[in-house]
């Protein structure tokens, strides 16, 4: 385990579905990632939040939805999604000094 | 736009070889990071690069940062079984986040050695 927990650890959806993925840290750390993991793409950044608030949103479709309720966790809302968003789903966490902490991941497939 | 891009993006090589991973990136960044990443795991960090000319050894694995080429290696020395992996190079984006800044990852390199 490395400080960041994340579930669940896989998901299979349909297109019609919503979900949600959670992302915990009691590491301390104000800053919190969502990262995408596809076969076809390099890692991309999703969104930012920095002591709750977003600070960044990597142009991605409305149908990710990101929630930051407090320092420690971090959700992601999942609508209608597509199959191509089948990807493996990274949360990390950092003190605001650009050291980063990843979690497990949650591996979601889209049918 | 900042772009990372690593070469070669697959390489199977055979124990007790030497390679070098390269990691070129397109705009200034005062930090490079190199991860390793197990089939179906998360990453797990291996070097943090902070200044120009910066070199990182750990085991059979040596990381250098050349900050005015933006180029970073990754040197294997005699190479083992355990060492096969996907190896990413990242580097900062500078937001205004107030140092909460996300990376931009290259595409990895898909390390197999063979015994």
């Known amino acids: 385990e490395t400080g960041v927990t994340q579930t669940p650890r896989h998901l299979v959806m349909g297109m019609t579905n919503k979900k949600s993925l959670k992302c915990e840290q009691h590491?301390?750390?104000?800053?919190m990632y969502w990262y995408k993991q596809s076969a076809k793409k390099p890692l991309e950044l999703m969104f930012v939040?920095?002591?709750?608030?977003?600070?960044e949103n990597n142009s991605v479709p409305s149908r990710f939805s990101p929630e930051c309720p407090n320092s420690s966790h971090l959700f992601l809302h999942l609508h209608t999604l597509q199959p191509e968003d089948s990807a493996l789903y990274l949360c990390?966490?950092?003190?605001?000094?650009?050291?980063?902490?990843f979690g497990s991941g949650t591996r979601l497939t889209v049918v | 736009e900042l772009k990372v891009e690593q070469n070669p993006l697959f390489l199977s090589m055979q124990e007790g070889k030497n390679y070098t991973i390269y990691c070129n990136y397109s705009?200034?960044?005062?930090?490079l990071y190199w991860y390793r990443q197990d089939p179906g795991k998360s990453l797990e960090s291996l070097f943090v690069?902070?200044?120009?000319?910066a070199v990182k050894q750990e085991g059979r694995l040596m990381a250098s940062l050349d900050t005015k080429a933006r180029l970073s290696t990754l040197h294997i020395t005699a190479a083992v079984h355990d060492l096969s992996a996907t190896y990413f190079c990242?580097?900062?984006?500078?937001?205004?986040?107030?140092?909460?800044?996300?990376?931009?990852f290259g595409k990895g390199t898909h390390l197999i050695i063979q015994p």
């Open positions: 990390a966490s950092s003190p605001g000094t650009r050291t980063y902490t």
């Open positions: 590491l301390g750390h104000n800053a």
């Open positions: 939040y920095n002591f709750k608030e977003q600070t």
């Open positions: 705009t200034t960044s005062d930090r």
């Open positions: 690069l902070l200044s120009n000319g």
């Open positions: 990242a580097v900062v984006q500078l937001y205004s986040g107030g140092g909460a800044d996300g990376l931009t």
